[in-house]
């Protein structure tokens, strides 16, 4: 039973980090479809000012990027730890540590940080079941296939590691107890199978009922079912926008991005397509983005500060453009280039595509989401339902 109830919720206050900027708006969008206040912070570095400045009007639900999914495990749990020091001046109700659901990243050297960091017991649950990801007996599947024999396996810039969930924190110092769906929670560290949206749910709801105890681990899923446990169902609160041209700049080098990419350019022929920052046609009303397939992985921070001058570039030249950055890197080198340091979160086109609005700029309308989300029709979908015509996007407060 969620907590929150059909009635108008009082006040709690979750905080987030994120080894990346999609992950981070990612785990934030579901608080902000059920109506909470939301914004992301793009860097750790900018998350003390913004604090300060935010005293008298904190936002229920923040998030901050670390930026360590590729940095060694130290650098990365020393970031870790900061970012929750300066988030424990909120006194957070929910704890939450954003991971990638397939183990990219440094993720049990930041979980184990973040634990540290806030004196809280370790529930660890990075099942996404909507996608196809769920965990069995401490193993990460997906699809039903084990995550070793998979495409995230072979990720250019950060391979997941292999084995149990459980055997990984062990070999770090920090037993997990195996925690079965339909089971009571248990009082001591845990990971959790989950293989459907329910098994979150009852998970969510049991740390949401005892406050002060969890600090919950976990993906897009979990961030799911504790928005609903704290705020109830999303809301359908949305306006219409009338977008003059639609831009998408795919910056992930995830074999389903690629897989997105060609469905799009099967669909949409006549769509023209970018591959550098130069000579981009800015007046272009639909366009698509994507960095050169001859580019090395060395070469990736380099290749997405490129793609983010050519969508800056067509967000400046066009204020009712509405843009789509795909992938974590790409995501953060838009907002470094445009001097933003944070994202007032309005929801969700759908789930993971999140809407966000730069430095709260509301003319400047940008779709984010995780380089390997969704189904290889994904930005059929989204170009058709958007271009070119009016639509309903989620807006924030009213």
Known sequence: MSSAGAGAH???????????????????????????????????????????????????????????????????????ARATQLLARLAPDVWFKKIDSTLRGQVVAESLSMRRACARTLLLAPAVPAQGRTTREARILVHGQPLASTDFAHDARSRPPSGGLDVLFDAEGLPL???????????ADSVADAETDADLEVLA????????????????????????????????????????????????????AAQQVAALRRAVPELPVVTGATDVPVEAPFLLLRPDADASPREADEVAAELADALVAGMTAAAQ?????????????????????YLD??????????????????????LTKAGGFGDEALLVRLYRSLAPREVALPRIGD
């Open 321 to 341: 453009r509405l843009c789509l950055v795909t992938g974590g890197d790409c995501a953060s080198a838009v907002m470094a280039r445009l001097g933003a340091h």
């Open 205 to 256: 709801d049991g740390i949401v009922n005892d406050p002060g105890k969890w600090l919950a681990v976990g993906a897009a899923g979990l961030s799911r079912a504790l928005a609903r446990s704290l705020f109830g169902e999303p809301h359908a609160r949305t306006s219409s926008h009338r977008f003059s041209s639609l831009w998408l700049a795919v910056g992930s080098r995830s074999e389903r």
């Open 177 to 187: 107890a195996r925690h079965a769906p339909g089971q009571p929670l248990p009082s």
């Open 345 to 366: 979160v309005a929801g969700e086109w759908k789930a993971g595509v999140v809407l966000g609005y730069p430095q709260g700029n509301r003319d400047r309308s940008l």
């Open 10 to 80: 009082k006040q709690r206050r979750v905080a987030i980090v994120a080894d990346d900027l999609t992950g981070a708006l990612d785990a934030a969008a579901p608080f902000a479809q059920r109506g909470a206040t939301t914004r992301v912070v793009v860097a750790l570095e900018h998350l003390e000012g913004l604090l300060d400045a935010w005293q008298g009007a904190l936002p229920e639900v923040i998030a901050v990027t670390t930026e360590s999914r590729h940095l060694s495990a130290p650098v990365a749990a020393e970031r870790v």
